[in-house]
C-alpha cells in the first residue's frame, strides 16, 4: 500500500464537483493512508458530513464540531500538526481568491492560514470566474508562495457551458498528491526512461508477429518513478492507459520504432546520472520481408512458411556508458532461470537485471508480479503488487546506486 500511514487532510469547499472529492477518499483509502475531512458551510449544502464520515471513517470537522477539548486535537491547529499534507479539493474561486489575501473567515480558511504542510489546491469555477483576471492573479500569487494550484480542464460544465474550469478528475489529483509524499532527493528530477509491452513486427498490413507482454509492469514502473519525482519518458506498444498524464509517453509498435525512440530519449541528460529501464519483451525474430496489403490465403496454400530474421539486440547496442542500465529478464526454466539472468547482466554490460520466472501463478497481465533483483555482487527478492514491488525495488537501488 503505497501511501500507507500517510495522513491526508481534504478540505473540501462549495462547488458542485464536490462529489468527486469522495471517490478521492476511496483512492486515498485504498492505498493505505488515513484521510480526514473539512467542510465548509457551502460543501453541507451539496452533501450531508455523514457521508463523509462513512467514506473516510473518520469525523468531519466543521463549524459545528470544532473542539479545543485537548484529548480530542479536533481543530484548526491541531489538524495541521496530523497532517502530511493538505489538498482543497474541489476549491472555488471564492476560496482561492480569500486564501490569496490571507483571509481567514471561517474554519476551513483558518485551517490553511495555519498549515506549515504542502498544499495542493484543485480548482473548480465556471469558465468566467476561473479566468477572470482576479482569479489568475490569485492563482499565480499562491503559486509563488509555494502553493501547488493544479490546472482545470476543459468539458462541458454543470451550467451547459463548454469551457475551462472543470476539477481535473479524481484519479489525476491522487496521482499529483502521491509524488508530492512519496518523492525523495535521489530521484527527484533525474532523467528515467522506460520501454515496455511486446513489439509488433509486420506481416502484412493485417498480420504480426507479437507476444504475450502487457505493458503493466513498465507502466506500473514509470508510475512509481513519477511519485518518487523523477523525470520519467514511457517508451512502449501497449498498457499505458493508467499512467499519470504527466509522464513523456511515446507510443511505438516495432522493435525498430522502439529503438529510435530509446535513443532520442537518452540523448536528453539531467545533472544526475540517468536510468534505463528495459522492461520491454522485443521479438527474437522478425520477418524476414513484409508485405503491402493482405496476403491471401487462397494463394499462400495449405501451408505457409515464414521467414524470419534474427532480430537487433536493443539493449545490447545502445549506448550504457553514462547510465545505469537495468534489463528485465522472463524465464520459465526455474533451473537455468538464474544463470541466464547473471549472463545477461555481464555480457550486455548491466547494472542489475530484473528476472521474472513465469508460470500459471506469476504470468503475463496480471497485477502482481515475483520479481528477483541481481547486482553483480548480491540480489533481493520482491514480490506482491506490481506498483508496490516497483516502489521496493527503486528504493533499493537508490541505496546501492550512490557513487555518482
Known sequence: MILKDKNILLAVTGSIAIYKSLEL???FIKAGANVKVILSDGAKKFINPITFEAISQNRVLDESSESWDKSQNYNHIDITKWADILLIAPATANTINKISCGIADNLLLQTVLACKKKIIIAPA??????ENPITIQSINNLKNLGFEVLQTQTKELVCKDVGNGAMLEPIDIFHKTCKELLKTSYWENRRVVLSGGGTVEKIDDVRYISNFSSGKMASNLATALYY???DVSLVITRGYENIPKDIDLQIVDSSQTMFLALQDKL???SLKKSFLFMVAAI???IPK???SGKLKKEKLGETWSLELSKNIDILA???KSEIYAIGFKAEMDKKEAKTNAQNMLKNKNLDAVC???LDENNSFGSQNNNIELILKDKSFDFCGNKLDISLEILNRFEKEFTNE
Open 317 to 319: 547496442t545502445l549506448n
Open 228 to 230: 518518487l519525482g523523477a
Open 125 to 130: 469555477a465556471n469558465t468566467n470566474m476561473i
Open 267 to 269: 540523448a536528453l541528460k
Open 355 to 357: 528476472l521474472n520466472i
Open 289 to 291: 520481408e513484409s508485405f
Open 283 to 285: 521479438s527474437d525474430y
Open 25 to 27: 477518499i476511496r483512492l
